[in-house]
């Protein structure tokens, strides 16, 4: 069985729209670059659409509750203690299909500081207010900002704006959009 660490209460980044947490457990740098491993506790419904990394693979192991993981075509129910692996640039997604809250690590391998940067930004923003309620940032540049830094790639009708997130993300990069995002969210 898994359990959990504490984490310095900075490291725990809380979304009052999806109500979830994350909890930095391990960052890229205190793993040397091997590894980023953050704590999710995920809300009944909570979960997220299919996507794929181009830089990094992931790999979830469920603490407590069920947690629905897609990857590719094969769907797994994983509990306490089990976990299923995302390779680099797979399709995947991630679902808490029951009642009850689920919590699960999820691990980048390897670390990723803009991924890192990406969720804090994310939660962030939410934190704010500032996105919708399907907690997507509410400027296509702010969402453009995470999903370079995520470099996520989507799937399904998203997928044909992939290009223009690009070209959003460096405009605000120019404007200066991206560095006041990560001074305003990022604190580790």
Do not use: W
């Amino acid at each position: 069985m898994v359990t959990s660490v504490l984490a310095p209460p900075e490291r725990r980044l809380h979304n009052p729209v999806r109500r979830d947490a994350a909890t930095f457990l391990e960052t890229s740098d205190e793993s040397r670059g091997t590894h980023t491993l953050i704590e999710i506790q995920l809300a009944p419904g909570g979960g997220c659409e299919p996507h794929r990394h181009v830089r990094l693979a992931e790999r979830f192991t469920v603490v407590a509750g069920t947690l629905h993981v897609r990857i590719g075509d094969r769907e797994v129910e994983l509990r306490a203690g089990q976990t299923a692996a995302a390779p680099y640039g797979a399709l995947h997604s991630f679902a808490n299909r029951s009642e009850a809250p689920v919590t699960f690590r999820v691990e980048f391998l390897p670390g990723d500081p803009a991924s890192e940067q990406a969720i804090q930004i994310a939660y962030g923003l939410a934190a704010d207010g500032l996105v919708r309620d399907n907690g997507l940032p509410r400027r296509l540049s702010d969402l453009a900002v995470v999903v370079q830094l995520g470099q996520t790639r989507f799937s399904g009708p998203v997928a044909v704006l992939q290009p223009l997130f690009g070209l959003l993300a460096r405009r605000a990069d120019r404007k200066g959009a991206q560095r006041r995002l990560v001074e305003r969210y990022c604190r580790f």
